[in-house]
Nanobody, 124 residues
Framework: QVQLVESGGGLVQAGGSLRLSCAAS????????MGWFRQAPGKEREFVAA????????TYADSVKGRFTISRDNAKNTASLQMNSLKPEDTAVYYC?????????????????WGQGTQVTVPS
């Protein structure tokens, strides 16, 4: 079992930056892959970024490529999403996800564990 708790959301002006963190507890942190999805009002949940550090793979949605970076801190059992050059269309609830094994899939069905979500708002 893996428990995920996100933090770091908030309101930021367009062009600004935010860093989301996801604290993972439960099974060995190094054995899980992690990622981020987001859901804007009235829209379907969509893939943002994912990483399998054991496999050395990271994937990003085209809409965030070059602006967002996923990383991890093994000592703190956390994964982070650094978001730069934020745009109003990045406004959404961001969810941390995790799965056992080496996957960096963009398919939400690949992830067994989900956090409660954290709101990111970028006013237009």
């Amino acid at each position: 079992q893996v428990q995920l708790v996100e933090s770091g959301g908030g309101l930021v002006q367009a062009g600004g930056s935010l860093r989301l963190s996801c604290a993972a507890s439960g099974r060995t942190f190094s054995s899980i892959s992690m990622g981020w999805f987001r859901q804007a009002p009235g829209k379907e949940r969509e893939f943002v970024a994912a990483a399998s550090w054991t496999a050395g793979i990271t994937t990003y949605a085209d809409s965030v490529k070059g602006r967002f970076t996923i990383s991890r801190d093994n000592a703190k059992n956390t994964a982070s999403l650094q978001m730069n050059s934020l745009k109003p269309e990045d406004t959404a609830v961001y969810y941390c996800v995790a799965a056992y094994g080496s996957t960096a899939s963009g398919d939400r069905r690949a992830y067994n564990y989900w956090g409660q979500g954290t709101q990111v708002t970028v006013p237009s």
